[in-house]
């Protein structure tokens, strides 16, 4: 699914050309969750950014936080990645990533469409061993905790387990597929 921010904004008569405010963030969180109810439990629901430079952190914080942390639900899933965000809005998600993991204790973090500052395809916090199963999942294909260690050649128990927070915090897919489980991007 994609939701272009644009498209929302103008349907609720937003007209700024950057994303300022607390209320701004309430409406494009309620609209973008409206159509998020009608996702199927672990799709990918990419966030369109065309058109906007800038979004400032009290946006973020009711806008995007909130979409995280409802991804994070288990009774409906999604995965949730982000296409063009320009470089000031990498630093102000990432700033607002970083207070709010901090402050209350839980990571998150975002999948980017792009490559965003010289961390990744990513935004939030995430270890040595995180950072590389993302890079290594962005260019790789399916691939099991066995298969990523042998090629990394990493403890398999280590892998698995930073697999398993970056899916706990829906930056990495689980394939359940017939031919082969593993690992996948978002």
Known sequence: MEIIVGKIAHQLRISQTDLLTRPVGRKLYAKAASMIAHARPEEVVVLDFTGYSVIDP????????ALVRDSMKPEKPFFLRLS???????MTIQGVFDTYSEFSGMKIGVVTEELVSRR???????T???????SYLRISDTSSPEEIARR???????????LEAL???RMVRKEHGTR???????
């Not at 040595?128 to 993302?134: A, G, Q, T």
């Open 152 to 162: 990394l050649e990493r403890d398999v128990d280590r892998i698995y387990v930073a």
């Open 167 to 169: 899916y706990a915090r």
């Open 180 to 186: 082969r489980k593993g690992y996948t991007k978002v």
């Open 128 to 134: 040595d061993d995180e950072k590389e199963l993302l």
């Open 84 to 90: 063009h965000i320009t470089p000031t809005m990498d």
């Open 120 to 126: 990744g395809y990513y935004i939030g916090k995430v």
């Open 58 to 65: 009290s946006c973020v914080d009711e806008f995007l936080i």
